[in-house]
T-cell receptor
Framework: QKEVEQNSGPLSVPEGAIASLNCTYSDRGSQSFFWYRQYSGKSPELIMFIYSNGDKEDGRFTAQLNKASQYVSLLIRDSQPSDSATYLCAVRGAQKLVFGQGTRLTINP | DAGVTQSPTHLIKTRGQHVTLRCSPISGHKSVSWYQQVLGQGPQFIFQYYEKEERGRGNFPDRFSARQFPNYSSELNVNALLLGDSALYLC????????????FGPGTRLTVT
């Protein structure tokens, strides 16, 4: 079992709809969770982090964490074509971030 | 404020050669981590340095080494390059060793032929 798993997609969502990205992790002791956005040919950009169970909202983005079920999700409301990218879920381990393989998201105009 | 900077942007090397990649963290950040990202996969942790000392090492061979300088910049060295070392090498900066948020530089695209 991989430490951090994501659906690799691609996930296709119409413009204006809600995009939902999911991630599961294996280490029950994990405390810190991150979502990075990576455009093709670019480096990852930190867009959200969440440390406590529940929801955390930042503009059009909402991160959701459920430690009991060991999953974390990212919701993007009012999706825009500029949201088309690969979204990486990362979990903090000892001295490092452990990444999933990423989910490619395409927003269709 | 300037973000994380890395040099060079792109690099082409031949199998067996050696390469040095450089990174300057965000001003005030004291911790630097290195990651390797192969096409289609998430970044894989290579090293973390804090206060010039190695604080973490990923599952990479001894051909990979790194160091951090007094100004907190860092170098990643890879010896005896293999075709499989072709990847995007990412440097991430964080405020302290135990800081949770890491911010990535633009990366160095290494191609080994």
């Amino acid at each position: 079992q991989k430490e951090v798993e994501q659906n690799s997609g691609p996930l296709s969502v119409p413009e204006g709809a809600i995009a939902s990205l999911n991630c599961t992790y294996s280490d029950r002791g994990s405390q810190s969770f991150f979502w990075y956005r990576q455009y093709s040919g670019k480096s990852p950009e930190l867009i959200m982090f969440i440390y406590s169970n529940g929801d955390k909202e930042d503009g059009r983005f909402t991160a959701q964490l459920n430690k009991a079920s060991q999953y974390v999700s990212l919701l993007i409301r009012d999706s825009q074509p500029s949201d088309s990218a690969t979204y990486l879920c990362a979990v903090r381990g000892a001295q490092k971030l452990v990444f999933g393989q990423g989910t490619r998201l395409t927003i269709n105009p | 404020d300037a973000g994380v900077t890395q040099s060079p942007t792109h690099l082409i090397k031949t199998r067996g050669q050696h390469v040095t990649l450089r990174c300057s963290p965000i001003s005030g950040h004291k911790s630097v981590s290195w990651y390797q990202q192969v096409l289609g996969q998430g970044p894989q942790f290579i090293f973390q340095y804090y206060e010039k000392e190695e604080r973490g090492r990923g599952n990479f061979p001894d051909r990979f080494s790194a160091r951090q300088f007094p100004n907190y910049s860092s170098e990643l060295n890879v010896n005896a390059l293999l075709l499989g070392d072709s990847a995007l090498y990412l440097c991430a900066s964080s405020l302290r060793q135990a800081s949770y948020e890491q911010y990535f530089g633009p990366g160095t695209r290494l191609t080994v032929t």
